[in-house]
Every structure is written in C-alpha cells, then in structure tokens.
C-alpha cells in the first residue's frame, strides 16, 4: 500500500514569515513530487512539481526533495493571508495513480 | 485554452438511485483519472482511463464505474447510491509524458445522497 505522509496541521504562521510544509512517501520508486493548493470549497491546483534531489524555486514557492530520505517539502517565503488553505502533497509513477497525502490545512495570522 | 470541465457541479440524490458524472479534459490529454473527495477520507482514487482503457483502478466497490470515449471524455457511474457517497468527485486530465505527468483538476462535481 502506498502511503503519502503529511501532518494534518493546522499549521499557523504569523504575516510575512516561512511557512514550512513536510511529506513522506513509502515508495522508493516514486518519480514524480507535486504540491497542490486547495482552497476551501474549490478544487486542488498545482503549485509546484520536481522530479530530482534539491531544491526548486518558484516566486515564493521553493520545493525540496530528498529521495533517499523519502522526503519532499515545501518552503512559502513571505507568507502571506491569501496563502491560507490545505497543501496536498502528490506521488506519482509513470503509468500508475497520483497518490495524494491528507493534506496540511496552513493559516497566515495577518 | 479551456480547462477541465465538470458537470454537473452540483447535485442532489436519494439513496438508491444512481448518478452519471461527466468530465472533458483539457484538449489534448488522454488520461483522465477520477478522485473522490470527504473530509474524513481526503483524495481517494477512483480509476483512471488512457486511451478508453481502464489503466488503473483503485479500491472501491463495484458500484462505482467509469468510461472513456475516443474523444477522451469520460462519465463515471455511481449506482445503488449510499449516504457514505456524499462527497466532491474531482476529475483530473494530464498529458502524458514519462516522469512529467501533471494533473489538472475540474472544479468538482458535489454529491448529496439523502
């Protein structure tokens, strides 16, 4: 049974600070690492995806994998109110389903 | 360039009836994976369909059931409907590309079973 990790928050940063989102995965053939955002009522969109160890860097956004560890993580720099909603951490192999974790719910006190 | 479209996006069921959802992907894209979503549950995987093949399959019962047509639409079937089935049934397109798969999610379609 693959399984994908996430602490269930709610996760609480103060305006302006990093928020900081971790993930584990069970399956050391996973290839693929996404993070969705989901806002409340709506559906998930994709923030950001990376497929090899390091970091990645979007705006704000940075991605960090670690595939001997099993590990992928997601930094928010400044956050900011508008960032407050559940990040949906996904683990993808080629030809087979996107397994999702339960999500950590982050909120941005402003 | 049109999203993942859903419909219907809302509806409303009584136990034992069944309901048909369907779902056009992004023009372009040949898997179309469907979710069903609860509070309680998360994302939970319902099947996915490549090419109007049923490509992978998750763990749930028979009552729920999926197409694919050639032009990549799909529809999936919930019959003999249960409480339990209240929940966001999101539909997710990608193009395929080995090891760069991405999924594009619709906006959901929300079932009430009373």
């Known amino acids: 049974q693959k399984e994908v990790e996430q602490n269930s928050g709610p996760l609480s940063v103060p305006e302006g600070a990093i928020a900081s989102l971790n993930c584990t995965y069970s399956?050391?053939?996973?290839?693929?690492f996404f993070w969705y955002r989901q806002y409340s009522g709506k559906s998930p969109e994709l923030i950001m995806s990376?497929?090899?160890?390091g970091d990645k860097e979007d705006g704000r956004f940075t991605a960090q994998l670690n595939k001997a560890s099993q590990y992928v993580s997601l930094l928010i720099r400044d956050s900011q109110p508008s960032d407050s909603a559940t990040y949906l951490c996904?683990?993808?192999?080629?030809?087979?389903?996107?397994?999702f974790g339960p999500g950590t719910r982050l909120s941005v006190l402003p | 360039k049109a999203g993942v479209t859903q419909t219907p996006r809302y509806l409303i069921k009584t136990r034992g009836q069944q309901v048909t959802l369907s779902c056009s992907p992004i023009?372009?894209?040949?898997?179309v994976s469907w979710y069903q979503q609860t509070p309680g549950q998360g994302l939970q995987f319902l099947f996915e369909?490549?090419?109007?093949?049923?490509?992978n399959k998750g763990n749930f019962p028979g009552r729920f059931s999926g197409r694919q047509f050639s032009n990549s639409r799909s529809e999936m079937n919930v019959s003999t409907l249960e409480l339990g089935d209240s929940a966001l049934y999101l539909c997710?397109?990608?193009?395929?590309?080995?090891?760069?798969?991405?999924?594009?999610f619709g906006a959901g379609s929300r079932l009430t079973v009373l």
């Open positions: 990376i497929y090899s160890n």
């Open positions: 399956d050391r053939v996973s290839q693929s």
């Open positions: 023009s372009g894209h040949r898997s």
């Open positions: 996904a683990v993808n192999i080629y030809g087979q389903n996107f397994v």
């Open positions: 997710a397109s990608s193009w395929e590309a080995s090891g760069a798969n991405v999924l594009t």
């Open positions: 369909y490549f090419s109007e093949t049923q490509r």
